[in-house]
């Protein structure tokens, strides 16, 4: 039952004030998903501001992008199990502020980051790094912004999705309405970050870079209270890990019981059951997907290093920020979405008798080919810029190669997302039951936080046992003395193996065949584990 459509007696139950002429949706900012994206040059902010090296640098980024993408798990759960969805995007919100507050006084503070560096010291690897109180306040800084990431990401949707009536007409069409408004923000917020937040960064100061959107943020919560009062607030019900978790206990305590007692520990509902058949089926479909991403979070280090030692200019007077590199991978996206949808995929229907065109495996399975492919050419590059910086013998290091060939690899990366990426969250959203809708998102930002401890034990890995017999290590601190394009093969090799793997599990996977939804009364009928096979 929508929660707008409940009786008075319940008004408790589910909402405050829910009057149906209501949008509250529209003072609902659509900022808050993409912060983190206000760290886009977060790279050249460790390596500039902090003067750490491009391995300290990766790591770094890479575990604290893993939280980051785990967190959602708990914020979800907390809003589920606990005090809804409102509560916690509030609270998350006020941390993340509070993340951005402390940044801005990193840049502005001289006592909190390290002193400024000469060229010549940088060229001499002389530069002062943080000390550990410095260390401390950008790791203070970096957790309240996954705190508050990890209760926006899970929340901010549904919550949104929540003020509309999808058994009307015209609640049914908002809601589609507040999708494209709500992803159409999304992306204009990153296409800003990663230009002119990293603009100013770059050109003006670190602390007008940072400042300007934490300012931006005040006026976000700010909005984002006006609507408090029209908002529909949906009662927390549980969260379906506790009914995982149920089920699990519930089958090891009656593998050998004959009678269960009545305990929920000892009973579990058919629904309960379902959701656990769901995750365990889709599980190795979604290992499949970390190589994959760790391909993908290169494009946000070494890449980003690879810009900093590349000629950025486009024409005499501007310069391409290193950090908004990225931004060719956005367009790229933003230009082929619209051609697949309205173009190929109508083709392809006529050909497959398919509704998608191809099926969101074989969707999945090209955007793997592309992953692996824009770490074969971004490989080669690397080679050819490697060799002409160190053929140019420049003071700087800087090779007298565009950044634009940089594009390449980009566009594939892109393509790469497009397919395997929004395949994925398809794939997950349409394979599990309505009921399990935003654990899909969940499970899709974990498999990016495994993809970023993946991608930081490379790191650590070829960083150790690389660079013997007195050469430099493959990832040392000189991009122009390291071979980062043998660092790219490795992630193509690994992506070749998990292709392979890919193959296998895809070929013997059943999709969910469309059967009548069990009454929700029906669904909480307790049953007996014995023989039933999850």
Known sequence: ????????????????????????????????????????????????????????????????????????????????????????????????????VTMTLIVALPKL??????????????????????????VLALGFITIGSGGIRPCSLPFGVDQFDPTTDEGRKDINSFFNWYYTTFTIIVLIALTLVVYIQDSVSWVWGFGIPTMLMVCSIALFFVGTKIYIYVKPEGSVFSSIVQVLVAAYKKRNLPLPKVSLWNLASIQQIEEVKCLVKVIPILVSGIICFTAMVQQWTFTVSQALKMDRHLGPHFQIPAGSINIISMITIGIWLPIYDRILVPSLRKITKIDSGITLLQRIGIGIVFSILSMIVAASIETMRRNSANNHHGSDGVAPLSVMWLAPQLILLAFAEA????????????????????????????????????????????????????????????????????????????????????????????????????????????????????
Not at 456 to 472: A, E, I, M, W
Not at 487 to 502: D, S
């Open 1 to 100: 039952m929508p929660p707008s459509s409940l009786p008075e007696n319940d008004a408790g139950k589910a909402h405050h004030h829910s009057p149906p002429q209501a949008k509250p949706t529209q003072r609902k900012p659509g900022g808050w998903k993409s912060m983190p994206y206000v760290l886009a040059n977060f790279t050249v902010f460790l390596m500039t501001v902090f003067h750490m090296d491009q391995v300290s640098s990766s790591n770094l980024i890479n575990i604290w992008s893993g939280v980051t993408n785990f967190a959602p798990l708990v914020g979800a759960f907390i809003s589920d199990a606990y005090v809804g969805k409102f509560w916690v995007i509030a609270f998350s919100s006020f941390a993340t502020l509070m993340g951005m």
């Open 113 to 138: 980051h390290p002193p400024a560096c000469s060229p010549q010291q940088t060229i001499l690897n002389q530069c002062k790094g943080p000390t550990n109180k410095q260390f401390g306040f950008l």
């Open 419 to 534: 397919f395997s990426i929004l395949g994925q969250l398809e794939f997950y959203y349409k394979e599990f039951p309505d009921h399990m809708k935003s654990v899909a998102t969940a499970m899709f930002s974990v498999t990016a936080g495994v993809a970023n401890y993946v991608s930081s034990s490379l790191v650590t890995t070829v960083h150790k046992v690389t660079g013997k017999d007195g050469k430099p290590d493959w990832l040392t601190a000189d991009i122009n003395a390291a071979r980062v394009d043998y660092f790219y093969y490795v992630i193509a090799g690994l992506g070749v193996l998990n292709l392979v793997y890919y193959l296998i599990v895809a070929s013997r996977y059943q999709y969910k065949t469309k059967i009548k939804d069990i009454d929700e009364d029906e669904s909480q009928f307790d049953v007996e584990l014995n023989g039933i096979k999850i």
